[in-house]
């Protein structure tokens, strides 16, 4: 290809990559004609474009002669910027030392920015290699990476230098609060509360106002009754599994106030779980919230059989050494044998299958606590026999 | 079982299901709303192949020459939003409990900062204007192409206060220079 029919496509080429209001980088630049290529052979070091109108030979010796706008071809002398534009100076990055303080250079959240950052980076997404370079775009001249939230104003030495600067404000930890246990145990109370950080002109947040309140409710000094009535008041917000109680509050427009009103809340519930009204002593077994063995059948059954037992063996009168019942005392009185071990593991073992599951381990301890109560020895099945 | 993603009116399917075909098909909706997390800019679609070659918004059209310059911007169409280009409207307006809020607010304010950087930066800016904000403040960055000093320091000076007078909160301009405008050409399509 010669040199003017290679320069006449570069110059189709720039005008339709530039001509037109296509692209955001508008060079309404005037394209090369034939013409004037002497004249960017010789300026070709020029650096900004120099533009000139329609050069009109001055004629003025001759006779004017009217010329009819359009009807002649007016040739036009134009220059062209076909070289691109470079940059004055050297980007910052080539200038740095490798022992920089990189803290002094990117000291707090910026925009990341090519000619600053010293390390090479890519960002993009190529389809196919045969787009682009062939490889993501890099740093230079890439929108994708001004986007994106940075990190190099928290380099591990920005780090340390922030470390350093709040030292003097830390304090030691208080001592006696070196577990979670005696943290719990000073602290019962856990407050929490929500902050909100969001983009707006305003730093306030309805959201925030909402306070969470939680604590053990084995913190509180509770007698059975208080602390029945206690659970009962405060319904659902009780973690029977954790014995946790969660108080929210989020009626009133201020975090403060919501957090007053929770420990008014506290105080009231907690006072009122004492108080005892009249009304509560109506309660019957119907309305029993769990079994008690004392209120119930079973206990009257039990003290009528082990005195019926004991009642028969004294009329058969049998030497001491083949007693029915063992630990019987001689006096079997309704609080002598309430007090018994035997009677207590059976109240135990009858309480637990009724209040909780009838598991296989309640079960066993039941039948256990029967065996026991009444004297019936286990049966020692030897391997051999069984077989 | 479909899912409906609020912020960008993304029907979530599972893997299992036929019919859509999404970016993050093979991803719970969750990690969609995690992937989506900031910006408030193009709505991402989910489409089938049929929809998808008839969709021709925000797409580039080929020339006959594959001589039309585009930047990496222009070569990613708006469903690949949060894919392979990110937005460029960064703040917490698309998130849960702050669309109510001040969504439309920010989507307005950006709006106007596009239009007065249009007008005010004629012709310098390289790139589109990414308009970034961190609780209070508004960060504007992009490139421009290399002018003298004094004109870009008085650009930046007069920009900064009337903007921050207009939105009532400070502005900051983060303005980066590329050599010419062409460096910012991708490909050729």
Not at chain 1, 58 to 75: A, D
Not at chain 1, 313 to 335: H, I, R
Not at chain 2, 50 to 77: C, F, M, W
Not at chain 2, 119 to 130: D, K
């Amino acid at each position: 290809m010669s040199a003017i029919s290679l320069r006449s496509w570069l110059s189709c080429r720039l005008r339709k990559l530039f001509g037109d209001n296509h692209f955001g980088c508008i060079y309404n630049r005037p394209y090369l004609t034939s013409t004037n290529l002497q004249n960017v052979q010789e300026n070709t070091d020029r650096k900004y474009v120099k533009y000139e109108d329609e050069i009109v030979e001055k004629e003025t010796e001759k006779f004017r002669v009217f010329e009819i706008p359009g009807l002649k071809r007016v040739q036009k002398e134009r220059w062209i910027q076909y070289k691109k534009r470079e940059f004055e100076a050297q980007p910052r990055f080539k200038q740095m030392l490798p022992d920089q303080d990189w803290t002094k250079i990117w000291p707090g959240p910026a925009t990341f920015k090519w000619s600053v950052v010293p390390f090479p980076v890519r960002q993009g997404f190529i389809p196919r290699p045969t787009i682009g370079d062939g490889v993501p775009p890099g740093k230079y001249a890439n929108t994708e990476l001004i986007k994106i939230p940075n990190f190099l104003h928290l380099t591990p030495a920005h780090i340390q230098q922030h470390c350093q600067a709040i030292k003097k404000f830390c304090t030691p930890w208080p001592a006696g609060l070196e577990s979670d246990q005696k943290c719990h145990k000073h602290f019962p109370l856990e407050v929490v509360t929500q902050d909100y950080c969001f983009s707006g002109s305003s730093v306030r947040d309805a959201r925030a106002r909402s306070v969470t309140v939680q604590f053990k409710l084995s913190d509180l000094d509770f007698d059975y009754h208080a602390r029945d009535k206690f659970i009962r008041l405060v319904g659902p917000r009780y973690n029977k599994n954790t014995d946790e109680v969660t108080l929210t509050a989020d009626r009133c427009p201020l975090k403060t106030q919501n957090y007053d009103f929770i420990v008014y809340l506290l105080t009231a519930l907690y006072h009122e779980s004492w108080t005892v009204e009249l009304w509560e002593k109506e309660k019957t077994l119907d309305d029993m919230e769990k079994y008690f063995w004392d209120l119930n059948a079973s206990r009257k059954t039990i003290l009528k059989l082990l005195k019926q037992i004991h009642t028969i063996e004294k009329n058969l009168k049998l030497s001491s050494n083949v007693k029915a019942l063992p630990y019987m005392p001689e006096n079997p009185s309704e609080e002598n044998v309430l007090a018994l071990k035997e009677v207590q593991s059976y109240k135990e073992a009858v309480t637990d299958l009724f209040n909780e599951d009838e598991t296989k381990k309640n079960l066993k301890k039941y039948k256990e606590a029967v065996r026991t109560l009444l004297n019936i020895p286990t049966k020692n099945i030897s391997i051999s026999q069984r077989q | 079982m479909a899912a409906y993603c609020r912020s960008c009116s993304v029907i979530m399917q599972k893997v299992n299901c036929l019919g859509a075909c999404h970016p993050f098909k093979s991803q719970s909706l969750l990690l969609h709303y995690i992937r989506r997390g900031f910006g408030t800019s193009t709505i991402c679609r989910a489409l089938n192949p049929v929809q998808n070659k008839n969709l021709r918004a925000g797409k580039q059209k080929v020339s006959i020459n594959h001589d039309k310059p585009l930047t990496y911007e222009q070569t990613q169409p708006p469903n690949m939003i949060g894919v392979s280009k990110s937005w460029n409207s960064w703040n917490s307006g698309s998130l849960n409990g702050e669309r109510e809020k001040n969504a439309a607010q920010i989507v307005f304010e950006d709006i106007f900062i596009r239009k007065f950087m249009y007008g005010t930066w004629h012709n310098l800016f390289a790139n589109e204007v990414i308009i970034k904000r961190r609780y209070n403040q508004i960060i504007i960055a992009g490139l421009i192409e290399q002018r003298n000093h004094n004109t870009i320091y008085f650009l930046i000076g007069y920009t900064e206060e009337l903007l921050s007078f207009l939105l009532k909160c400070p502005v900051k301009i983060e303005i980066q220079t590329v050599a010419d405008k062409k460096d910012m050409i991708f490909r050729y399509i």
